[in-house]
């Protein structure tokens, strides 16, 4: 009796060098839309870090979405306008992301929004234990979603398709029933007059509901932020504890961060060992 076709059977053999096996995995992937890292390790005889490498890769093309113990092919709606956010800036973002987590004990409450720099915050999170993390984004969660020493509240209400986060009356009021030790918000522009700035007025108006409660507020913001025009005001230079960017601020922002005792942290490049597991 013929054996079913499976697409596993087409992928080449198991010694294959790192760009083959990146090919064959986007091959596989195509046929069957998803699979485990625990199946793609053994079908290239290889370890599992060996496959979260080579995932890792892919992810930040945009090519591949990492889920729980897996990869998947993109949708086709979240390629934009999330999906190309997310690919813009990607290094930067992890090297801000990795900064934050630096300011991060074990045992806090963060509430962490629905920016993709806030993702790679999360992600820098993975092992920092006895954490509480509330969001009201769909991939932050994702990312926080069966760590076995983290807690995870997600706000609900209508989901802006965009950026895959509820920004509603039921998600502001939700989050501001918490007292987190840290909130923290990424930034589309900052203005050296006007402050931190939003493209999304209800994404700016989710943000500004949560500052008044919030302990500590971080804001997370690369280096192309700076004088970029906004368009909805969110907070001013006082209202913010820290910034954590990738890059030295250019003088007229260090300037009226100092005036208000902002402290700028600069995140420096990842070393090989740094890198962040997928």
């Not at 007229?252 to 100092?258: G, I, N």
């Amino acid at each position: 009796m013929q054996t079913p076709f499976s697409p596993l059977d087409d992928a080449p053999g198991p010694r294959v060098i790192q760009s083959s096996r990146i090919a064959a995995i986007l091959k596989l992937l195509e046929a069957r839309s998803s699979l485990s890292i625990a199946e793609l390790a053994a079908r290239f005889d290889c370890s599992e870090e060996t496959i979260r490498r080579d995932i890792r890769q892919l992810e930040q093309t945009g090519r591949v979405l990492k889920v729980h113990g897996g990869v998947r092919m993109p949708d086709a709606d979240f390629e934009a306008p999330y999906r190309l956010r997310f690919r813009e800036q990607a290094d930067a973002k992890q090297q801000i992301g990795r900064a934050a987590a630096e300011l991060v004990e074990p045992g806090m409450t963060l509430l962490i929004d629905s920016g993709t720099t806030s993702f790679w915050l999360v992600r820098a999170l993975a092992r920092v234990p006895d954490l509480t993390i509330v969001t009201n984004s769909i991939e932050v969660a994702s990312e926080v979603l069966g760590r076995p020493k983290q807690r995870l509240f997600l706000a609900g209400g209508i989901i802006n398709h965009d950026y895959r986060a509820a920004f509603g009356p039921e998600a502001i009021a939700y989050c501001g029933g918490f007292i987190p030790d840290l909130t923290i918000f990424s930034m589309g522009a900052i203005d050296v007059e006007r402050g931190f700035l939003d493209f999304e007025p209800d994404e700016a108006t989710f943000k500004r509901a949560l500052i008044e409660s919030a302990r500590r507020i971080v804001v997370l913001a690369d280096s192309t932020k700076f004088g970029r025009k906004g368009t909805t005001r969110v907070a001013g230079f006082g209202d913010v504890a820290d910034l954590v960017t990738d890059a030295p601020p250019p003088h007229p922002f260090v300037t009226a961060a100092a005036a208000t005792g902002m402290a700028v942290h600069v995140a420096r490049p990842a070393s090989a060992a740094e890198a962040q597991p997928l």
